[in-house]
């Protein structure tokens, strides 16, 4: 109930065109019986690291039976929804290999790359098992109804693109060849990917999340044909002047249009201390300006 409710407060606040599963990347590692804890003002933090090969035998393969509460918030939502699609959510492996290796959110994932380029066995054995746990999950949301999924490899921008393409790229590469029989679109992000947009295109997602960083007609040179985009605007411009944010917003739907499908999203997260009735107006400006654009 409390992830159906909150699932649907931005849809009934914003108007927005879809809703995206309330829910956390390490969900599923709590699910599987990792000692993961959420702390205020810091983030998910794992009380017991991984990073032996013993401590793989923690990371048991994910069952339904293990989050139900999952299944029935999905389909909860589908029927509240009707006809507006929900996204279905999940962590990318390097990602979550960071906070099992780091023990918690880390700004250089100097362990988890120490474990990458000093143990490549052991590396893979843990991306390998975390990719099992990835699929299990986002399966389990198209089981239950979700019109699309997205992967939130939030912190893979710190890898280098050769390091990308060798230790990366097979385990996402499997999620999405996994769901590739769902039927339903894949959404492919991370932050701090512009150097890696490319290899995330090859990937297999239909959709390739941008981050604010370079814009929209330039990540039409580094993705693959055949691809969609989504993004971009910069979240912090939110906290500017509204003639700043109506000219931006334009600047990126114009941009948007050079790709050969466009999903308007930030670049990230929202900001806590975002005006609420500025995303209002944000929604209803891209709106009109995506009406305008079609008439």
Same mark, same amino acid.
């Given at each position: 109930?409390?992830?159906?409710?909150?699932?649907?407060?931005?849809? /009934? /606040?914003?108007?927005?065109?879809?809703?995206?599963?309330?829910?956390?990347?390490?969900?599923?590692?709590?699910?599987?019986?990792?000692?993961?804890?959420?702390?205020?003002?810091?983030?998910?933090?794992?009380?017991?690291?991984?990073?032996?090969?013993?401590?793989?035998?923690?990371?048991?393969?994910?069952?339904?039976?293990?989050?139900?509460?999952?299944?029935?918030?999905? /389909?909860?939502?589908?029927?509240?929804?009707?006809?507006?699609?929900?996204?279905?959510?999940?962590?990318?492996?390097?990602?979550?290999?960071?906070?099992?290796?780091?023990?918690?959110?880390?700004?250089?994932?100097?362990?988890?790359?120490?474990?990458?380029?000093?143990?490549?066995?052991?590396?893979?054995?843990?991306?390998?098992?975390?990719?099992?746990?990835?699929?299990?999950?986002? /399966?389990?949301?198209?089981?239950?109804?979700?019109?699309?999924?997205?992967?939130?490899?939030?912190?893979?921008?710190?890898?280098?693109?050769?390091?990308?393409?060798?230790?990366?790229?097979?385990?996402?590469?499997?999620?999405?060849?996994?769901?590739?029989?769902?039927?339903?679109?894949?959404?492919?992000?991370?932050?701090?990917?512009?150097?890696?947009?490319?290899?995330?295109?090859?990937?297999?997602?239909?959709?390739?999340?941008?981050?604010?960083?370079?814009?929209?007609?330039e990540a039409v040179r580094r993705v693959e044909p055949g691809k969609a985009l989504?993004?971009?605007?910069?979240?912090?411009?939110?906290?500017?002047?509204?003639?700043?944010?109506?000219?931006?917003?334009?600047?990126?739907?114009?941009?948007?249009?050079?790709?050969?499908?466009?999903?308007?999203?930030?670049?990230?997260?929202?900001?806590?201390?975002?005006?609420?009735?500025?995303?209002?107006?944000?929604?209803?400006?891209?709106?009109?300006?995506?009406?305008?654009?079609?008439?």
């Amino acid at each position: 109930e409390l992830i159906t409710e909150i699932t649907l407060q931005p849809l /009934r /606040r914003y108007g927005v065109d879809a809703a995206i599963l309330f829910s956390d990347i390490v969900v599923p590692l709590r699910a599987v019986g990792i000692d993961v804890d959420i702390k205020a003002g810091i983030g998910p933090v794992v009380e017991t690291p991984v990073r032996t090969p013993g401590d793989l035998e923690r990371l048991r393969a994910l069952d339904p039976g293990d989050v139900p509460y999952v299944t029935e918030a999905v /389909r909860t939502l589908v029927t509240e929804l009707d006809e507006r699609p929900l996204i279905g959510f999940a962590g990318g492996p390097f990602t979550l290999a960071s906070y099992l290796v780091e023990g918690g959110p880390s700004k250089n994932h100097d362990k988890t790359k120490a474990l990458m380029y000093g143990d490549p066995a052991l590396w893979h054995a843990l991306l390998g098992r975390l990719t099992d746990i990835t699929i299990s999950f986002l /399966r389990i949301q198209v089981d239950a109804g979700a019109s699309a999924i997205q992967l939130f490899d939030s912190w893979v921008g710190a890898v280098s693109p050769d390091d990308y393409r060798h230790t990366i790229l097979p385990h996402t590469s499997r999620i999405f060849a996994a769901l590739g029989s769902a039927g339903v679109p894949r959404i492919h992000f991370g932050v701090g990917t512009g150097e890696l947009l490319g290899l995330m295109g090859e990937a297999g997602a239909d959709v390739v999340g941008i981050d604010w960083r370079i814009p929209l007609d330039e990540a039409v040179r580094r993705v693959e044909p055949g691809k969609a985009l989504q993004g971009n605007l910069d979240p912090a411009i939110l906290l500017a002047p509204w003639e700043v944010i109506e000219e931006r917003t334009r600047d990126v739907l114009t941009r948007g249009r050079t790709a050969e499908g466009h999903v308007f999203n930030l670049g990230h997260g929202v900001l806590p201390e975002t005006d609420p009735d500025v995303l209002a107006r944000l929604a209803d400006l891209v709106h009109a300006e995506s009406a305008r654009a079609l008439s």
